[in-house]
């Protein structure tokens, strides 16, 4: 199996990425992918094959991760170095904007714009465009995608993370993604629409626009939940 490398995007992603995307909407959907190159508050991360015969630096350490549930990935700890040379497909991508204000939080959101749903933080990551290709589920690459982002983030001041997401009834809800990372679902509204128009619910329609949260981690600190009180 090819090992998955974390990099930065690159000019030419852009196509790539757009497809990816629109794989997981109604036929004929397009997309318009910021690669945020230009700005230092918007960060894009994007994962790759590479083929574990190249010479590429590899992390070997001891952080794979299991998760026993439905939808269980596995991730091997092979995380190979960011801007390797001769890397294979796009198999996912997500992005962090980072805010100070939450009316400009709510401008950003696609499913809610009002500024009172938002707990109050200093400055807020918000997470967006976050998919991984169909063939690609299970390995893990959407918590490698948000585990950099947290690290990022958190070297850059955010205090709370925040997705305002398509919660779904695919095996790749991205709510299974969020609960394993201990965010915390604030509000959720049912996304009106038969099945026959949803591209991942096949029987009923069970779509919900939702908001979940997570509060930074920092050294020595407990773990908080949206409110700010220990968890």
Not at 186 to 200: Q, S, Y
């Amino acid at each position: 199996m090819d090992e998955i490398a974390i990099r930065d995007p690159r000019p030419g992603d852009a196509d790539e990425l757009a497809a990816l995307i629109t794989a997981h909407f109604s036929e004929g959907s397009t997309y318009d992918v910021d690669l945020g190159l230009d700005d230092p508050t918007y960060h894009v991360l994007v994962a790759v094959a590479v083929d574990g015969d190249d010479d590429a630096e590899v992390d070997t350490g001891d952080d794979a991760e299991v998760d026993t549930g439905d939808d269980a990935e596995v991730n091997t700890g092979a995380d190979t170095a960011a801007g390797s040379d001769g890397d294979g497909p796009i198999l996912g991508v997500m992005a962090l904007r980072e805010f100070a204000d939450p009316a400009a939080v709510a401008d950003e959101m696609y499913f809610f714009d009002d500024p009172g749903l938002i707990p109050a933080a200093d400055r807020y990551g918000h997470l967006e465009m976050g998919y991984v290709r169909d063939d690609a589920t299970g390995r893990g690459i959407g918590s490698r995608l948000l585990e950099r982002l947290h690290d990022i983030g958190a070297e850059r001041g955010v205090d709370l993370f925040l997705a305002d997401s398509w919660f779904h009834g695919g095996d790749d809800s991205p709510e299974r993604l969020f609960d394993r990372h201990g965010y915390e679902t604030i509000h959720r509204e049912p996304l009106d629409r038969p099945a026959a128009e949803c591209p991942k619910c096949e029987v009923e329609c069970t779509c919900e626009g939702a908001i979940a949260v997570r509060r930074a981690e920092r050294d020595g600190d407990e773990h908080e939940t949206a409110s700010g009180g220990p968890a």
